[in-house]
């Protein structure tokens, strides 16, 4: 029998409609708890309803909380994980978890757009799926996976892209690296492995911020007033930002704290092209760390790690650019 330990942690998969105001709240009782659930033959389910939390209150210590019952649940023999959430974070703590359990037994995230008794609702079926998909032995060594709306998709690629579509995760660029059907699970690509790291803190004050045409230095000051660990910019195009970010991004450098940098399109990467002032190639010079192919909430989630890690500063950047 494959032993699958099932985390329920909240989100609109556990939460019910309010008919009269169409309104969404959370669910006393995990509805997917007496779902009637066609289960493999040989898979038992072991249950446990560790938060029952919409996900924007999910935080980097719950995260942590969950790798830790986890790690704590493979002592005893499982075989693979699903964890239900919401999806607003769930993309944030698939990350979390995939850099840090090291240990290539399938963990699998699921979620609903659509709660319980909404018309259409898709989670029970977006549950079963994500029990199939953990069942799976092709689901092995494929690092942490978000399993929504018949699709396969990796915890370090994939974005929520749509507020309320069914078919919100998606991965930019590559796309899905699986699919499910009626019969099969099939696995159309192999994902990178991320470098595993263990911690036992997630504490730090690493912001998110957003450039834009007209950008001004004032928020990069003010930044430099409060006791950042780290900062994450979402910067323009390839790489840029308006000049009168450099004085103010400079100080915040010289107090030695880390800031990483990434684009605000959906697809490709930031790298040091542009040589202007506030181009990547200055930018690099000063000593911003250019973050490849993941996104800012997850170079946040991965600069967080950094800090609990204590990286000397070259560790910080090869960790960063991994
Ligand atoms: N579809 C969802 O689960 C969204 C919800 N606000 C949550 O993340 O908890």
Redesign the pocket.
């Known amino acids: 029998m494959k032993q699958i330990l099932v985390l329920h942690t ?4 556990a ?1 019910k409609e309010n008919p009269s105001t169409g309104s969404v709240s959370p669910d006393a009782k995990n509805p997917l708890t007496d779902a009637p659930i066609p289960l493999p033959e040989d898979v038992q389910l072991i249950t446990e309803n560790i938060f029952n ?4 209150h999910i935080t980097p210590e719950r995260m942590l909380k969950i790798k830790e019952r986890i790690q704590k649940a493979y002592q005893n023999g499982i075989d693979s994980v699903v964890i239900t ?6 993309e944030e703590t698939a990350y979390f978890l995939d850099l840090t359990i090291g240990n290539w037994l399938p963990i699998v995230l699921t ?3 659509r709660s319980s008794n909404e018309l259409g609702s898709d989670g029970l079926y977006n549950f079963v799926s994500a029990i199939r998909v953990a069942a799976s032995p092709d689901a092995k060594d494929q690092g942490v996976l978000v399993v929504m709306n018949d699709e396969i998709h990796a915890a370090r690629y994939v974005t929520k892209t749509h507020t309320t579509n069914v078919a919100t995760f998606r991965t930019p660029s590559i796309g899905p690296i699986g699919m499910i059907n009626k019969n099969n699970i099939i696995f159309l690509q192999k994902v990178l492995h991320s470098q595993y790291t263990d911690i036992s803190s997630a504490s730090g004050f690493i912001p998110i911020l957003k450039a834009y045409a007209g950008m001004r230095g004032e928020l990069l000051e003010g930044l430099a007033h409060l006791s950042l660990d780290g900062l994450v910019i979402e910067a323009l195009g390839a790489g840029n930002l308006p000049p009168e970010n450099i004085a103010p991004l400079q100080k915040l450098l010289d107090a030695q704290i880390p800031i990483v940098l990434v684009s605000r399109c959906f697809n490709g990467i930031a790298e040091a092209v542009y040589d202007y002032r506030g181009g990547g190639s200055e930018l690099q010079k000063m000593g911003v760390i250019f973050s490849p192919n993941i996104n800012s909430q997850k170079v946040r989630i991965k600069l967080l790690i950094a800090n609990n890690l204590q990286l000397k500063k070259d560790e910080l950047v090869d960790f960063m650019q991994q």
Not at 10 to 13: A, H, M, R, S, V
Not at 53 to 56: D, N
Not at 85 to 90: I, Q, S
């Open positions: 909240g989100g609109t998969i939460m939390l919409p996900s924007p959430h919401g999806t607003d974070t769930l979620g609903a757009m």
